[in-house]
C-alpha cells in the first residue's frame, strides 16, 4: 500500500515542504525494503505482488524526478527515458504468468534512485549532498539502461 503515499508526496512537493518529502521517502524506502525481504523469508511471493511492488516504485520515485525536472535539477531527457523503460518493462511482466521478478541491475537502479532523492530532498543542509544526489542519480540512470538492455538481450 506504499502506492498511497504518492498523494501526501505531491502534496508536500506543491507545498514547497521538501523535509516532509525527504521523511515520506525514507518510509516509502524503509517499507518497500521490508515488505520484499518478508515475502521471500515467509515464500509470500505473488504475481500481483510482483507486479504493484515495483509500479509502487516506479511511482513513487518518478514523480519527484518530474519535480526536479520542473526545478531544472534534472533534465527532462534523462526522465523520458527513465520512464520509457518503466512503462516497456511493466508491460513486459504483466504479460509473464509468474509476474517476472526483477533483475539485479534493476534492484540496484531502484536502489540508486531512491538513494539520490534522499540525498537532493535531505533536510541536512551539507555540502555537496545535492550534487552527491545528482551523481548517484546517474548511476542509477546507468542502471536503468542496463537493466532494459538485460530484460531484452540481443
Do not use: H
Not at 26 to 40: E, I, K, P
Not at 80 to 90: C, D, P
Amino acid at each position: 500500500m506504499r502506492i498511497i503515499l504518492i498523494f501526501p508526496i505531491i502534496f508536500s512537493l506543491e507545498m514547497g515542504n521538501l523535509n516532509v518529502v525527504w521523511y515520506l521517502l525514507l518510509f516509502a524506502g524503509v517499507t518497500d525494503f521490508l515488505d520484499g525481504f518478508y515475502a521471500r523469508r515467509y515464500n509470500a511471493i505473488t504475481k500481483e505482488g510482483s507486479i504493484l511492488d515495483p509500479l509502487a516504485d516506479k511511482i513513487i520515485i518518478i514523480i519527484p524526478f518530474i519535480w526536479l525536472c520542473k526545478q531544472d535539477i534534472v533534465p527532462y531527457w534523462s526522465l523520458s527515458l527513465i520512464t520509457l523503460r518503466e512503462f516497456i518493462i511493466t508491460a513486459f511482466r504483466a504479460s509473464k504468468n509468474d509476474g517476472m521478478p526483477a533483475l539485479p541491475f534493476a534492484k540496484y537502479k531502484t536502489l540508486f534512485f531512491f538513494m539520490s532523492l534522499l540525498l537532493i530532498f535531505s533536510p541536512y543542509q551539507l555540502p555537496n549532498l545535492v550534487n552527491s544526489g545528482l551523481i548517484i542519480y546517474w548511476i542509477g540512470f546507468l542502471f536503468n539502461i542496463l537493466s532494459l538492455i538485460s530484460y531484452f538481450p540481443i
